[in-house]
């Protein structure tokens, strides 16, 4: 195929901004149910641009502190210009595997759609035990790629779309669901697990987010998806009312 189909592979700072904003409903109640307190340490696993820290940094007041880690020297960039003048707040450039925290320093700590990136989630979720305190609470997050659903005259594109997605775009599509047992094998006690749907109305911010016609493209040039087929979905998608959406996980557990 000559051109993309769709966006191109967005900057992955704007892109996680973007998703951020898609999911605001989730991500308040995740927050929420961590119940920062003054005083508290606060740690936000695979910050990226930094969107959750200024709140976080908020909540903690000037006797708390908040640290972001992440492995992207470019994401902690925009991180750093995010928290600029935030006194309370540290930025760690470091791997999740091998967290650069103490052990037992951490009261409150969230996971928000990074473990279905990673190479081995019962690791970070094992430095996550290793890292906070008794009596800590931790807030996970993540999609089932699975539940991807995209309505389309040609349901059957739709269908396979979802099945590329879940099998060869994302490493670990289906952790959402996993979330709870993965949680209590490495140690935590699973307190409530929640699920939102985000729901996307508007083609052009679902391809921007969902890799609608850069996923396609790609599922056409491995013979997933015909071609012909493939791009007669996504034209028709862009013509007319749209309607994509996917279930998130999010679970809150205490150590």
């Known amino acids: 195929m000559s051109s993309t189909l769709g966006v191109p592979r967005p900057d992955q700072a704007d892109y996680m901004l973007r998703a951020a904003s898609a999911g605001r409903e989730y991500k308040q109640q995740l927050l929420d149910l961590l119940g920062v307190r003054p005083g508290q340490t606060v740690l936000d696993v695979g910050c990226g641009p930094g969107t959750d820290l200024p709140a976080l940094a908020e909540q903690v007041g000037g006797s708390g502190v908040v640290i972001g880690v992440d492995r ?43 473990l279905m990136h990673v190479a081995e989630p019962a690791e970070v979720l094992a430095e996550l035990h290793r890292v906070t305190r008794q009596g800590a609470r931790i807030g996970l997050a993540e999609p089932d790629w699975d539940t991807l659903s995209v309505d389309a005259e040609d349901l059957e594109t ?81 013509q007319g009312p749209f309607y994509a959406s996917f279930t998130l996980v999010s679970v809150i557990c205490s150590r």
């Open 158 to 238: 739709s269908r396979a779309f979802t099945r590329y997605t879940s099998a060869e775009v994302v490493r670990h599509a289906t952790i959402g669901r996993s979330l709870g047992r993965l949680a209590e094998q490495a140690g935590f006690g699973v307190e409530s697990v929640l699920a939102t749907t985000p729901v996307f109305r508007n083609f052009r911010d679902a391809d921007h987010t969902l890799g609608l016609g850069r996923n396609m493209q790609r599922a056409i040039e491995e013979g997933r998806i015909d071609r012909d087929r493939g791009s007669r979905w996504f034209a028709d998608l862009s």
């Open 72 to 114: 992207d020297p470019a994401m902690l960039a925009r991180a750093r210009e995010r928290v600029n003048g935030l006194l309370r707040v540290e930025l760690r450039e470091g791997d999740v595997h091998a967290l650069p925290i103490e052990s037992g320093t951490v009261d409150r700590a969230k996971i928000d759609r990074v």
